[in-house]
Nanobody
Framework: QVQLVESGGGLVQPGGSLRLSCAASGIDLGLYPVGWYRQRPGKQREFIASITSSKIPNYLVPVKGRFTISRDNAKNTMALQMNSLKPEGTAVYYC?????????WGQGTQVTVSS
């Protein structure tokens, strides 16, 4: 059974930082591209960042330069370092992993950016 479990969400002030982590079991992350989506209140889920098995990253343009995606294939984990957070970053963040078109998803972790 595949499980992806996110952690690290919470409340942060504008301009602050958070580091999200995603731990996988039942799947070898090293075989697949992995990444993060978010769903803001009243919005559709949107792509944030991905990283290939050879560690080539890709980012949504508004977060490029502020967010950094990483993966540790040996530990079967991935992470999203988020700096200079803005209030519009308030969302539920989901990690995903697996084959193109049919990935597995985590349950999501809430990030709230507010003063």
């Amino acid at each position: 059974q595949v499980q992806l479990v996110e952690s690290g969400g919470g409340l942060v002030q504008p301009g602050g930082s958070l580091r999200l982590s995603c731990a996988a079991s039942g799947i070898d992350l090293g075989l697949y591209p992995v990444g993060w989506y978010r769903q803001r209140p009243g919005k559709q889920r949107e792509f944030i960042a991905s990283i290939t098995s050879s560690k080539i990253p890709n980012y949504l343009v508004p977060v490029k330069g502020r967010f950094t995606i990483s993966r540790d294939n040996a530990k079967n984990t991935m992470a999203l370092q988020m700096n200079s957070l803005k209030p519009e970053g308030t969302a539920v963040y989901y990690c995903y992993a697996g084959p193109y078109g049919n990935p597995y998803w985590g349950q999501g972790t809430q990030v709230t950016v507010s003063s």
